[in-house]
């Protein structure tokens, strides 16, 4: 694509990957790629009272603000973790786990609390220091292993075991009956936090990006919203980093590349459309259908009534402010383009965005931007961006396919 959207990025990766560092650059992406934010929800505060904390934050009402942790560790000064998928309440017996055998005058409570506490034993005995359960966890176990210098946090919730699985590398343990050594897990540290007359247990790993979130917000609507926001952006960021390019942001990128494809389409030699056996004129209203798909998507960011321009040099968008009145130079009226590379020093030839009708075709190649970047760019995720319009290119060929001609009547 001319432009060169993405090339300033791209020049600084390329520099990276040529440097001694290359590889350490490369695992550093590969971890934050994989890394996680745990949103834990505060409601009734403020949003400048959000906050992020590093590791993974826990509930944990039970334990009390001032006295310190006497967590067990390993003789490597680690602690030692496991992770329960299971229900530990010896309220009941599951089915899917096979017979249990009881012997008679023995109650089966008895038998699963026995059960229960042979576990206990054997979480002392590999060393553990934590043990963290999806569900319930009976009291007599909670105390049987605080006494040995384990410490439980039961109720810990779905959300917080594939984090915290990847995070220290335990294995949740989905039975009662059969501990493997290698499910076991590893945290550096522990440490308690307070937050809107919340208690926290903080597990801080020896090395990971995984971090607590806890997002603030007054009302339920309110925090749900910001919830999304932030869920995309995360996504966002982590595709970045996986494929680190971007392209020009505020419209700029579609409206440069349908600038292109008309001016590439309309100088095709006449062996093009005999090889794709098609005219020249079926295959512009084609180009046209597609540009003006791609100058619909500049169109929607268009707020207020604001009218959309193109230049004629590097085929950019602008934004005119609703009511701006008439004047002789549109450089009167406008700064910068939409992604804020370019600027009104030189006349640009701008036209307005058009419609239905698509704009003029530009009579030479866009030309890409000058090499000095603008302090604030508008950028787009790469990978989004290619997602969506491989999305939309299929679904239009799959319309096509099936013949069927989709109208929308909102």
């Known amino acids: 694509m001319a432009g060169g959207e993405g090339r300033h990025l791209r020049g600084h990766v390329a520099s990276t990957s040529n440097s001694s560092s290359s590889s350490s650059c490369r695992e550093a992406f590969a971890r934050v790629g994989a890394g996680k934010c745990v949103i834990i929800p505060v409601k009734g505060r403020r949003v400048v009272d959000s906050t992020v904390f590093p590791g993974l ?20 000064n680690m602690i030692k973790i496991a992770l329960f998928s299971v229900s530990m309440s ?21 038998s699963e609390l026995n059960q229960l506490l042979h576990v206990g034993k054997q979480l002392v005995k590999d ?24 410490l439980a946090v039961d109720r810990a919730g ?18 009662i009956h059969s ?26 790993p020896e090395d990971t990006v995984t971090c607590s979130l806890i997002l603030c917000n007054r009302s339920e609507t309110a925090w749900d919203e910001l919830k999304r926001v932030c869920e995309t952006a995360e996504h966002m960021l982590q595709l970045t980093v996986k494929e680190p390019f971007a392209l020009l942001g505020g419209g700029c990128t579609e409206t440069h590349l349908a600038s292109y494809i008309r001016y590439k389409s309309s100088s095709l030699p006449a062996s093009t459309f005999k090889d794709l056996d098609c005219s020249q004129t079926q295959y512009q209203l ?3 259908g597609f540009c003006r798909s791609l100058e619909s998507v500049a169109r929607s960011l268009s707020h207020n009534g604001e009218e959309i321009l193109t230049d004629m040099v590097y085929g950019h968008s602008w934004f005119v402010p609703s009511g701006s009145p008439c004047v002789s130079k549109w450089s009167d009226l406008v700064s910068r383009c939409g992604c804020g590379m370019n600027d009104n020093t030189e006349d640009l030839g701008w036209r307005f965005l058009q419609g239905q009708s698509g704009c003029p075709v530009i009579q030479g190649c866009p030309k890409e931007p000058s090499a000095k970047v603008a302090d604030l760019l508008a950028l787009d995720c790469f990978a989004a961006k290619c997602s969506g319009l491989q999305v ?19």
């Open 57 to 76: 934050l826990i509930e944990a009402p039970e334990i009390q603000l001032g006295k310190p942790l006497a967590v067990k560790r390993t003789g490597s």
């Open 90 to 110: 010896g309220d009941g017996f599951n089915p899917e786990e096979g017979t249990v055998a009881i012997h008679h005058g023995v109650s089966l409570e008895v």
């Open 127 to 150: 060393e553990v220091g934590l043990v963290v359960c999806q569900k319930v966890m009976h009291p007599s176990l909670k105390q049987s292993l605080k006494e040995n210098g384990v």
């Open 158 to 175: 779905l959300s917080v075991m594939e984090p915290l699985g990847r995070m220290t590398g335990s294995q949740p343990i989905a039975s």
């Open 179 to 204: 501990l493997s050594p290698g499910c076991y897990g590893t945290l550096k540290d522990l440490c308690i936090e307070s937050f809107a007359s919340k208690h926290f247990l903080r597990l801080i």
């Open 286 to 288: 084609v180009a046209d």
């Open 392 to 410: 939309a290119l299929e679904t239009a060929n799959l319309i096509l396919d099936l013949s069927y001609i989709i109208e929308d009547q909102n």
